[in-house]
């Protein structure tokens, strides 16, 4: 039995990871066909684990959505204990995969397609929700953390498109991490 | 010849009204044929103007920023000489189309369509690069500029999918508003 739930686990795995690859180049036209094909997997097979094509691809956006909170996890300072410590790895989490570059027009594809996949609206809200939280208990004042996520969100949309250089997306991350190593609201109310 | 041209125009707006309608509604797999349909134009009319489907997308991608900007003309504040009204008039014009929410998960899915349309990335790079040339011109800190843009297309996309009520929206606008409204860089350098 344990081995069987390995199995069924890596299976998931190399499906959502080809359903990545291939909806990143091909877009809305990508088919099971394809991405089972590119899994090593049959489209029964695929079917089997996730019904439809659209809970495949809704849960390729709950991994994604997963891999960016750890990614920002990972990238929290661990000797950080300042309130911001879970924004400051926001930005850098953000700003790092902006960076890198790599696949950013395939990662552009990927989520403008499935932004349309039925239900993903539902948990891109209960995902910004739990940021709200996150960012409450982290300590910086919420109008500060608040306008440094929309910054680096905004940042992110013209670094996918290469809308900003390298040069001034790394000025937009200094701007965000010294905003929140401020604190206090940034004009009075 | 006029009235030719005349309805020519007409004809083109009219196919670019329809494919904004339908793509929104069908995303990606939207054809020609239903576009043409929508607009009470014949396949062959809407080919005779645009050449090709891909033609038509990237022909509206560029509608929508051409509208976007002409909103944000319209949202500046004549009476307003101060640096920063062109931020003004671009922060007002992003928060007035979201909280008005008509529409908004149709437009979603038309923009992430759009994306992937070729020719798209680059529209949106020079469009990038216009923005940001405009902003120097307004006069305030283009660090501080910048940090609005940013933040004000960061919250649209929250705003998009309904990750912010509408109350939290508009504090995010007068929180960029009245960040305008001061000067210098939000950190010194």
Redesign the interface.
């Known amino acids: 039995m344990e081995a069987r739930g390995r199995n069924t686990d890596k299976t998931r795995r190399m499906v959502l990871d080809a359903a990545a690859k291939v909806v990143g180049t091909q877009?809305?036209?990508a088919s099971v066909d394809t991405i089972a094909r590119h899994a090593g997997v049959s489209k029964g097979g695929v079917l089997h684990h996730f019904k439809s094509r659209d809970q495949m691809l809704l849960a390729l956006a709950e991994d994604l959505i997963e891999q960016f909170r750890a990614a920002v996890h990972a990238a929290i300072d661990p000797h950080d204990n300042a309130p911001g410590r879970l924004v400051r790895g926001y930005v850098n989490a953000t700003f790092d995969e902006l960076v890198s570059g790599d696949g950013n027009?395939e990662f552009?594809?990927l989520?403008?397609?499935l932004?349309?996949v039925p239900g993903?609206?539902e948990l891109?809200?209960q995902?910004?929700r739990r940021w709200a939280d996150a960012f409450d208990a982290d300590g910086l004042h919420p109008?500060r953390a608040?306008?440094i996520?929309?910054?680096?969100?905004?940042?992110s949309?013209?670094g996918l498109?290469?809308?900003?250089d390298l040069a001034?997306l790394e000025?937009?991350r200094q701007?965000l991490l010294?905003?929140s190593r401020?604190d206090g609201p940034?004009?009075a109310p």
């Open positions: 877009g809305a036209g027009s552009a594809v989520v403008a397609t932004f349309s993903v609206d891109l809200r995902d910004s109008q608040r306008l996520m929309h910054a680096a969100d905004g940042a949309i013209a498109y290469g809308g900003g001034s000025q937009s701007l010294a905003l401020q940034l004009i």
